[in-house]
């Protein structure tokens, strides 16, 4: 087998000439290149059976090789070398098919295992006839059309009678037992538990990609099925009852330690008992649910009838007089760390279920709505924009999501209570919203909305922090624009009563006449002719 080194470093390529016994890998030639374009020219030549790739290269990247190289049907190995972890490298680089992403200073014994990786997989598509385009896409086919028979036993799209079932594998001709037991294996990984910097898709296919690879020896491509559902990716495996029990489980523990290693994420593992095909819709929906119930045991492999050990002989109940001080107080960091060291005592304990969380949620919204209705500010606008609307979606799906939406929330509620209490600072924001939207139809609803308060109560303070009603205020706002096109452009009366925000020229005039004691016609005529 052929091997090719490219890096700009050439001390780099020459190291790895010499510290790797190529021939134990099978590797009879090693050539060399220090830039992609004659990477490119070598390949032309003769191409490789297995690549490594320097990531970080002046004169283009090892992504634009990898791509390069897998738009042209290439199908060998490919391990990339880098200096530093990136998210973005390695979710392209999973995202194109890469064997191994090894960080530099290199260590000899994880270079050595990633080659034995890449050529077990290059010699065991040899084997199979994998190695070709033909042989390849017929497996490809294989897997997708068992894959799509699995996703409909487990959606209960095909129905779930033995007969039937048994018609659809003769029809597609697929190597399936309807007479056999099946356990099922049920991935987890929501989407707060995996890094912002993953593409979805991306983040989706590399689950599916990590899972086939440690379950390959046992578990066909075809009889794992990846899917979502709301926030949660899933993995769904199916696996004969035959396979040795204790290798399943390991397989799992390893699935979830390498995906806290290399897709830096938490995966949970549910199993189920065996059970015939006709009811493995039943245990999908099952295992979904102990996974929407699980918001302590997370990143565990979870087996059949060993329930959360949740201990609720005594219920949790929040400190809502503690929690209501705090808020007065203002003291933001302590609201959050109190409920999080409450959450981290519950959750020590087997105390913490979703009916425990979403108790602590409802009393704390209660104490919330307390103080912003004592301060007459309007929950349901402040809390109206799409983050805060997100965060609360999802406040109950874990710890951590409850976590970011009480700090949000706390935020919000403890920032408003100041700028109340600090009309000025109201005001200011009111009278600066009236200044932008004067044009418009406004209302003094409108005018409260944009600082979160009832319309009562800012008119109160709007007229103690101004000597001016909201409405006198806007038509302030109004009648000095007015005064400035009437001097400065051409427009007719009519056309700046509408640019005003003023809904009829007779009303224009009346407010006009009132603040300047002039007509605007008489204004006009006076004041153009002294410029």
């Known amino acids: 087998m052929r091997c090719m080194l490219i890096d700009d ?130 497996l490809k086919n294989q897997d997708l059309l068992e ?79 990846a899917y979502q559902v709301d926030k949660v990716f899933y993995n769904a495996v199916l696996v004969e009852s035959q396979v040795d029990r204790n290798w399943l489980e390991a397989s799992a523990g390893e699935i979830i330690r390498l995906s806290r290693h290399y897709l830096k994420c938490t995966a949970t593992c549910y199993f189920s008992e065996g059970a015939a095909i006709s009811g493995l819709s039943q245990l999908k929906a099952e295992l979904e649910q102990a996974d929407e119930s699980n918001l302590i045991f997370r990143g565990r492999v979870h087996l059949p009838n060993e329930p959360f050990h949740v201990d609720l002989t005594e219920r949790y109940t929040l400190d809502t007089e503690l929690f209501t001080l705090l808020f007065v107080q203002k ?71 409850f976590m970011k939406w009480a700090q949000a929330l706390t935020e919000k509620t403890v920032d408003s209570i100041r700028e109340v209490l600090q009309s000025e600072g109201v005001v200011e924001r009111a009278k600066r919203f009236i200044q932008d939207h004067y044009t418009q139809d406004l209302s003094r609803e409108d005018v409260a909305a944009s600082v979160y308060l009832t319309a009562d109560y800012l008119a109160k303070v709007f007229k103690n922090g101004t000597g001016q009603t909201v409405k006198e205020y806007l038509n302030d706002c109004r009648i000095r624009a007015a005064k400035q096109m009437l001097l400065e452009s051409t427009a007719s009366i009519g056309e700046i009563a509408m640019d005003t925000g003023f809904d009829t020229i007779s009303y224009f005039s009346t407010v006009f006449k009132k603040w300047t004691g002039e007509t605007p016609a008489a204004y006009r005529a006076k004041h153009k002719a002294a410029l």
């Open 9 to 138: 470093d050439i001390p780099t390529v020459e190291a790895l000439r010499r510290i790797v016994n190529w021939e134990e890998f099978g590797i009879t030639e090693v050539q060399a290149a220090h830039n992609i374009q004659d990477a490119k020219q070598l390949f032309g030549q003769a191409e490789p059976d297995l690549i490594i790739c320097d990531i970080e290269m002046p004169r283009g990247s090892g992504i634009d090789m990898i791509q390069w190289a897998r738009d042209r049907q290439y199908e060998g190995g490919f391990i990339f070398l880098t200096c530093h972890e990136s998210f973005s490298f390695a979710s392209k680089a999973i995202s194109y098919d890469a064997d191994s992403y090894l960080v530099k200073p290199l260590d000899k014994q994880e270079l050595e295992a990633a080659l034995r990786k890449s050529m077990d997989t290059l010699k065991n598509k040899i084997m199979m006839g994998e190695y070709s385009k033909m042989g390849q896409a017929w």
């Open 147 to 225: 894959r799509s028979f699995w996703s409909e036993v487990l959606t209960a799209t095909i129905s779930p009678r033995i007969q039937l079932i048994q018609s659809e594998v003769q029809k597609r001709e697929l190597p399936v037992s309807v007479q056999a037991d099946y356990r099922l294996l049920l991935i987890s990984v929501p989407r707060s538990q995996i890094e912002r910097e993953w593409d979805e898709s991306i983040f989706h296919y590399a689950l599916s990609n990590l899972v086939s690879e440690i379950l390959s020896s046992q578990v066909s491509g075809g009889r794992i099925i």
């Open 331 to 401: 003291e933001k960091a302590q609201i959050v760390n109190r409920l999080k060291k409450e959450l981290e005592l519950l959750t020590s304990r087997n105390k913490l279920d979703s009916a425990t969380l979403h108790a602590i949620r409802e009393d704390l919204l209660q104490v919330v709505y307390s103080l912003l209705s004592r301060h007459h500010i309007q929950a349901h606008r402040l809390f109206a924009d799409e983050p805060s609307q997100q965060l609360a979606q999802d406040a109950e799906s874990s710890v951590f999501d």
